[in-house]
């Protein structure tokens, strides 16, 4: 069975570093590309970047390329997402998610649990 | 701001049929066949419910079924069930970007 488990919920302040993880099991996380989506209240999904784990090949939205950073550990089969200085409007609900993307189509077969992010002084 | 539009909210008595439509340009769901439905119930995670336009995952009710004819997409969920009731969101390809545009998602409530 796949699972995607992420990382509980964090409080940070502004300015401050977070790193969210998502450990993966009951697939070859190798062959795979997995990314993380945000999903502010109310609002529709948004991809922020995916990567494929056999070469850490990331993809980045325009949205937030330079914003954070996408990270994989094989060891682990776990990705991470990494700000290095929060702002408010981090403040979300994040989901890790596995794709079949090929260069095109990043329809999504399993997502994981959402980690909520709040950021606030 | 999403890229598609999908009506904020589309409503339907138990046993009804509901259609809703998610509209692009041709520079997404007009000329690529990427289009995928996902159906979020309040304090979950989305679950993929079409891919490719049509295909229904394994599991997936096949009350579920969509369609495209141009720049729109549709989603239509036959005999409601109250189980039903949840935000669905539409995705495609977009040539703006490497990865997917979602439209900002339609309440189902059943009546």
């Known amino acids: 069975e796949v699972q995607l488990v992420q990382s509980g919920g964090e409080v940070k302040k502004p300015g401050e570093s977070l790193k969210i993880s998502c450990e993966t099991s009951?697939?070859?996380?190798?062959?795979?590309?997995i990314g993380w989506v945000r999903q502010m209240p109310g609002k529709g999904p948004e991809w922020m970047g995916i990567i494929y784990p056999r070469d850490s090949d990331a993809r980045y939205s325009p949205s937030f390329r330079g914003q954070v950073t996408i990270s994989v550990d094989k060891s682990v089969s776990t990705v991470y997402l990494q700000w290095s200085s929060l702002k408010a409007s981090d403040g979300a609900m994040y989901y890790c998610?596995?794709?079949?993307?090929?260069?095109?189509?990043?329809?999504?077969?399993?997502w994981g649990q959402g980690t909520l992010v709040t950021v606030s002084s | 701001q999403s890229a598609l539009t999908q009506p904020a909210s589309v409503s339907g008595s138990p046993g009804q049929s509901i259609t809703i439509s998610c509209t692009g340009t041709s520079g997404d769901i007009g000329n690529y066949n990427y289009v995928s439905w996902y159906q979020q119930h309040p304090g979950k995670a989305p679950k993929l419910i079409i891919y490719e336009v049509s295909h229904r995952p394994s599991g997936v009710s096949d009350r579920f079924s969509a369609s495209k004819s141009g720049n729109t997409a549709s989603l239509t969920i036959s005999g409601l069930q109250a189980e039903d009731e949840a935000d669905y969101y539409c995705s495609s390809y977009t040539v703006d970007s490497v990865l997917d545009v979602f439209g900002p998602g339609t309440k189902v409530t059943v009546l």
């Open positions: 009951g697939y070859s996380f190798i062959s795979y590309w």
């Open positions: 998610a596995r794709s079949q993307y090929r260069g095109f189509d990043s329809t999504i077969d399993y």
